[in-house]
């Protein structure tokens, strides 16, 4: 294993019962001034974090297995990020790249460029926001194609701003009363080994979703697909072989621009640069975010030249987009992702992850389904024995987890998911700790 030094020590300890006095304090405090409608998945307040431990305010160490939901993929406080930010701040904070423009802009685009899955001529965009690099996908995807049907799918997650509500699959809590939402949203049957009839392949599932969009849409109507390879909120849902390419194939042949939403599944999370790669499928438009910066705040599209060069000037920006401080960040963990070999380490990761969950799948009856990819690993809690959603089951392994000290994400359509998305930096021992743990709380919970 690559050698990583850590500032804090990479142990789960706990001082305090779960919630401490402090957070428990913080908490109290919180409700006079943030409304309930911001959710936190945990009730433990950050002091510190280095690589994947969080230290809270009571001075408790936890293990942290959702990397601030697939963020901080190098570590929640990577040395050579930190120096970046440091040094970057010590010059300028901000000029706006639409007024005075800078240097760091330009290296974070060739990067992605030579990043980015295909070898054709590339152009790039940088926002703030997954959200917003999804919203400017699809504007340049109807800009170039004069288009404006987009395609999205069962499961899908593309964020909270009002069109990617709408392309957003789940009502409760990402839409409910907050439409109406953007038009010209539709749809389609997503590929679901686990729930999809038995021997459905991944070509067959696109079919499935083709025939839906000739039949319904029309091609010739269609500005963009948009899909997460790997579907992350809805699920960690990872499609049948075949399916990823036979659509973008389809969408080459009919003039639809295949986007790609990296968000989460993008910068070595998956094995891969991008989790496309996987199938050597190339997107035309691929978004990214979360875990491109080590946690400062920076998205991007990145897509062939020949359609985002037909924007008019002035059509794509915004303030902060490109912001100098997280341009500086992005290229430190870029670095670092290559120095510490991140994408072998998290396949690495998954070998042992999956390993030993399919093994305690084999001896419990209610994990329907273990599947993932890389340091992207989800199982799916079941009613014993059935294929049946057991979201109850899986809120009480995630809150017996926490109260050992370790933060587990869930996730799903159904609620059902556990999903796993350590810090790539993650030391053997810690791992294999943490899993300890989600083990023992599954037996127990299951019982
Ligand atoms: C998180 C996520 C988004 C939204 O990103 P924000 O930065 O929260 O706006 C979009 N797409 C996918 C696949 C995501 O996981």
Redesign the pocket.
Same mark, same amino acid.
């Given at each position: 294993m690559t050698d990583i030094t850590y500032r804090l020590p990479q142990k789960r300890h706990l001082v305090t019962e779960l919630p401490g006095p402090r957070s428990s304090e913080l908490a109290a405090r919180r409700t006079s001034v943030i409304p309930a409608g911001v959710g936190s998945s945990v009730p433990v307040y950050a002091a510190d974090a280095d690589g994947a431990v969080i230290v809270d305010v009571d001075g408790n160490s936890l293990i942290d297995l959702g990397s601030g939901?697939?963020v901080t993929n190098v570590g929640a406080s990577d040395p050579r990020v930190a120096q970046a930010v440091r040094d970057q701040v010590g010059h300028f904070t901000h000029t706006c790249f639409m007024v005075t423009p800078y240097e760091g802009y330009i290296r974070v685009a060739e990067q992605l460029s030579a990043l980015t899955p295909g070898d054709h001529e590339k152009r790039t965009v940088l926002f703030?926001? #997954? %959200?917003?690099? $999804?919203e400017n996908a699809v504007k340049v995807a109807r800009l170039a194609t004069g288009r404006n049907a987009v395609v999205a799918f069962d499961h899908?997650?593309? #964020?909270? &701003?009002n069109l &990617?509500m709408a392309l957003t699959a789940k009502n409760m809590p990402y839409k409910r009363d907050f439409g109406p939402f953007a038009p010209e949203i539709y749809r389609m049957p997503m590929s679901y080994p686990f729930r999809d009839d038995d021997g459905l392949t991944g070509p067959e599932a696109a079919r499935r979703a083709i025939t839906a969009m000739e039949k319904q849409l029309g091609a010739d109507g269609i500005a963009a697909i948009i899909i997460?390879p790997i579907? #992350? +909120?809805g699920g960690f849902i990872v499609p049948a072989p075949g399916f990823l390419p036979t659509l973008a194939a389809w969408a080459r042949e009919n003039g639809v621009v295949f986007i790609a939403? +990296? $968000?989460? &599944?993008g910068f070595a999370r998956t094995g891969d640069w991008f989790a496309c790669e996987h199938e050597g499928v190339v997107p035309d438009i691929i978004?990214m %975010?979360?875990g491109i910066a080590g946690g400062m705040?920076l998205?991007a599209i990145t897509g062939r030249a020949d359609l985002m060069d037909l924007v008019h000037v002035g059509g794509l920006g915004g303030t902060y987009g490109g912001n100098p401080v997280a341009c500086a960040a992005a290229l430190a963990t870029l670095d670092t992702m290559r120095e510490l070999d991140l994408r072998g380490r998290a396949r690495a990761i998954g070998d042992v992850a999956l390993g030993r969950l399919r093994a305690l799948a084999a001896e419990v009856d209610v994990i329907g389904d273990v599947r993932g990819r890389g340091a992207m690993i989800a199982i799916e809690l079941v009613r014993p024995g059935t294929a049946e959603p057991d979201p109850d089951l899986t809120k009480k392994v995630a809150a017996r987890c926490l109260a050992e000290g370790v933060i587990i994400l869930t996730c799903g359509t159904h609620g059902n998911v556990i999903r796993l998305l350590p810090p790539l930096v993650i030391d053997d021992d810690l791992l294999a700790d943490g899993l300890d743990v989600l083990e023992t709380a599954i037996r127990a919970a299951g019982n």
């Open positions: 939901i697939a703030n926001s #997954g %959200a917003e690099a $999804v899908a997650y593309h #964020g909270r &701003t &990617t997460e579907q #992350g +909120e939403d +990296e $968000v989460q &599944t978004t %975010a979360k705040p998205s």
